[in-house]
């Protein structure tokens, strides 16, 4: 009987392993046969081709491919290899050894290769040789643009900028060609080829605009060998949308040709410092200050100053024991009495401490909040810097009274250049963004919709706010940005750099904040000029610059002079 129920209990586990190999391992069994006696060739997925507002190439694709052995199939493997590095300009002993290798399936030999030389391999007709079309990423202008777009890797997935941000919807999925071979991997002799074809990437459309970024580009290039800068940046927004018409950072590098084996260089140069480096923005920042001072006003707050009022003439403000001072006298050796538009033309420090001190801390931080600083903006970009603002709670007067003109707060040029636009456009703050949208199988552009974020101050006081920056530029500190027969306005700025929590001698931050046309907002652009020897006034270095690229764009856009 014991015997019985041993030969029953050995039948039921036979039978049991049985179904297990079948039912529970059986699909695993047959992934494994099928990688013994198949062998697979990558089809890439072409990239998405990246365009400007306009449908010009910034970022596309040529047509290349990559070569795999597998050294099984090798009849001749120093023969192979001699061809393969005659071809590929490769050193043959280094070919020899990687198809030599054993127990691998295949090995790559080259990458991104030319339509010609792979006609040259065929016509040598190597067994055991084989290509697939890969891709070589191209970008049209070279450097421009160089840290927005950012990089691929050779296997061509984004590692930096928006081909890194957008890599989802860019690098599409690989397909494959499925050979059937023996056991050694020789392909079999009329045995059928599978192909599994590759889905391309989506191409996007971005809200740049190739022709004023390179007129941006070459403005700002200038600016930085003439001044002799350690950088410089510039914004280009459209204050209605918040779009980014144009982003530079200078110096930069070739995207065709980017420095991988220097990474030290290349985290510099690849780095949108516009966007994620922060610096005390100075006198430009007393454009916020006098936004919400002309709002306060408006809605009957009387801890605000009215337009005429006229503020102290003395030169100095004393606050919690620091004295603060105007940069220099307004006329003929004399610090004059001023309304806030001519304290907004001469720059004057000590009027907007006026203002800082008396709004309170309070009012004055809901404005700061509003106009998004101490927060990122949400700019469809990673790793944007959330800049430097002191909790409120620990704010003293003398703290406040700095913010009031720049300084004791580090923003970054893209959230400085955002609250601006909302100054001036009528009060609307908009999330900034890149994408413009992304391009259907047909061609046709899905764009995304400005998003209001939030309403800062009124339009009557955005008006207001726009016709004293007009004045700026017409008769203040901001001439070198004057245009004949266009309103600009705009606000120079000039900001000492701190370094180990003092001043840094010598060392400045020069600026300039413009827009046009004053009376409804097309263009604004911010430039920042880091260290620039010699003259360092934002009105001298940064404004015509401004100038420069406004004149470009009312060039390329054939905007006609107002009556």
């Known amino acids: 009987m014991s015997a019985s129920l041993a030969i029953a209990f050995i039948f039921c586990v036979i039978i049991g392993r049985f179904f297990y190999i079948q039912a529970v391992w059986g699909s695993e069994l047959v992934m494994l046969a099928s990688d013994q006696w198949n062998r697979e060739i990558p089809v890439i997925a072409a990239r998405g081709t990246i365009y400007d507002r306009n449908g010009a190439v910034l970022a596309g694709n040529e047509n290349t491919y990559t070569v795999f052995v597998r050294p099984a199939a090798v009849d001749d493997k120093q023969f192979c290899a001699a ?13 020899l050894e990687k198809i030599s290798k054993k127990g691998v399936s295949e090995v790559t030999v080259v990458r991104h290769v030319s339509k010609e030389s792979i006609e040259e391999l065929i016509s040598h007709d190597l067994g055991g ?10 970008y049209t202008y070279g450097d421009v643009l160089c840290q927005v777009l950012g990089f691929t890797s050779t296997d061509g997935a984004g590692i930096s900028g928006l081909e890194k941000y957008y890599n989802g919807l860019l690098s599409g999925e690989n397909g494959e060609i499925l050979y059937a071979t023996d056991i050694v991997g020789v392909e079999r002799e009329n045995a059928a080829i599978v192909y599994s074809p590759a889905e ?16 941006a580009e070459q403005a700002v290039r200038e600016v930085y060998f003439s001044s002799g800068a350690k950088s410089a940046s510039c914004i280009v927004l459209d204050p209605q949308t918040f779009e980014v018409l144009a982003l530079v950072n200078y110096p930069s590098y070739d995207l065709n040709d980017v420095p991988r084996d220097d990474t030290e260089a290349l985290n510099a140069l690849s780095r949108n410092k516009a966007v994620v480096d922060i610096y005390e923005p100075g006198s430009t920042f007393k454009v916020i200050t006098a936004a919400a001072d002309i709002e306060e006003y408006l809605n009957g707050n009387s801890s605000a100053f009215s337009p005429s009022y006229v503020f102290n003439s003395s030169r100095t403000r004393s606050v919690d024991g620091t004295t603060i001072k105007c940069w220099s006298d307004h006329k003929n050796g004399k610090h004059s009495n001023q309304t806030l538009a001519q304290a907004l033309n001469n720059s004057c420090n000590p009027c907007f401490t006026d203002i800082a001190l008396s709004l309170g801390k309070d009012t004055f931080y809901k404005y700061l909040s509003a106009f998004g600083f101490g927060n990122v903006t949400g700019l469809d970009f990673s790793g944007e810097a959330v800049g430097m603002l002191l909790p409120q709670s620990m704010v003293r007067n003398c703290d406040l009274a700095r913010i009031g003109f720049g300084q004791t707060i580090a923003v970054t040029q893209l959230q400085l250049a955002c609250a601006v636009a909302a100054a001036v456009n009528g009060g609307n703050y908009y999330v900034p963004r890149l994408l413009k949208g992304v391009v259907s199988a047909d061609g046709s552009v899905e764009e995304i919709e400005p998003l209001l974020k939030n309403k800062v101050i009124s339009q009557e006081a955005s008006r207001l706010l726009a ?21 600009v306005g705009g606000k120079t700025g000039t900001a000492q750099k701190y370094e180990d929590g003092k001043i840094a001698s010598g060392k400045y931050v020069s600026s300039f904040v413009g827009f046009f046309p004053s009376d409804e907002p097309r263009y604004l652009a911010l430039i920042t000029v880091d260290e620039p020897q010699g003259t360092y006034y934002g009105s001298a270095v940064a404004a015509p ?17 107002y009556e």
Do not use: C
């Open 200 to 215: 391309d990437g989506s191409s996007i459309r971005l809200t740049i605009d190739a022709g004023i970024q390179l007129a």
């Open 545 to 561: 610059v401004a100038k420069n690229i406004f004149e470009d764009i009312i060039a390329i856009k054939n905007i006609e002079p």
């Open 467 to 487: 016709s004293m920056l007009e004045g700026v530029v017409t008769e203040g500190s901001g001439k070198n940005a004057y245009i004949a027969g266009y309103k």
């Open 129 to 138: 040789v084989y290509y697939s079309r890969d891709n070589t990423r191209s």
């Open 83 to 95: 061809v393969l590095a005659g071809i590929f300009s490769l050193n043959a002993s280094d070919v």
